[in-house]
């Protein structure tokens, strides 16, 4: 169906969802490379972030999958708090947050995924430049074992060669990272398109299936 035209993103309930559910790696990228849309809204309990991120917390393979085809990183780290300390009652699961617009540092701080935030915001990092963290983040992955291989990232400057990487995949845009025909015409050597798409990131591509957290 997909090789004859068929649209992944048109159904009510999102395709790309329903095999981050099912944790169906093949049919993951077999989606994404024929256009499933990576920044998906979920209509029911919308997040700030893309919906597509709350199925891949616990596993490696599939959050790098997400990153590594286009991903919207940024929005995890937008939180209009920044510094100042969060509402007390904002994980107590029946706040209106909860079901509009609710933030990445109020989801990966619950008491049950709070012990992932290190591993995930670490992941995160490889696919975004500078980034600011809130308070309520910042708090609990002081806590985590990662705490300073992030903090290192955060207050050091990027290398010149990961934010050229990120420029020329902002410049060439999602449907066009995903479309390995595309990437045949680019007049750049193999090691470098590699570089272009995270081949170093690509968990499925190499059959490493052992990262799940």
Known sequence: LLNAGALPNQDPI?????????????????????????NYFCR???????????????????LRMLM?????????????????????????????????????????????LKHLSGKVVRVMLDYVDHVNICWKLEAVLKEQELWPDINWILTNPRSLKHLCR??????????R???????TFLPLPKCLKDYILYKEYDLYGQENFTGAY
Not at 166 to 175: D, F, S
Request: proline share 3%; net charge positive; aromatic share 10%.
């Open 44 to 62: 029911v309990n919308t997040t700030h972030f893309p919906s597509a991120l709350q199925y891949a917390l616990k596993d490696e393979v599939m």
């Open 68 to 112: 590594n085809y286009g991903y919207n990183v940024h929005r995890c780290f937008d939180c209009p708090r920044g510094n100042t300390s969060h509402s007390q009652y904002a994980t107590d699961g029946w706040t209106s947050t909860v079901i509009k617009d609710t933030m990445f540092c109020e989801v990966i701080t619950l008491s049950w």
């Open 166 to 175: 990120l420029k020329i995949r902002e410049c060439m845009g999602r449907l």
């Open 14 to 38: 999102n395709c790309l969802q329903i095999a981050l559910r099912m944790g169906n790696y093949e049919l993951m990228n077999l989606l994404l490379r024929h256009g499933a849309n990576v």
């Open 177 to 183: 990272l995903r479309c390995p025909v595309f990437m």
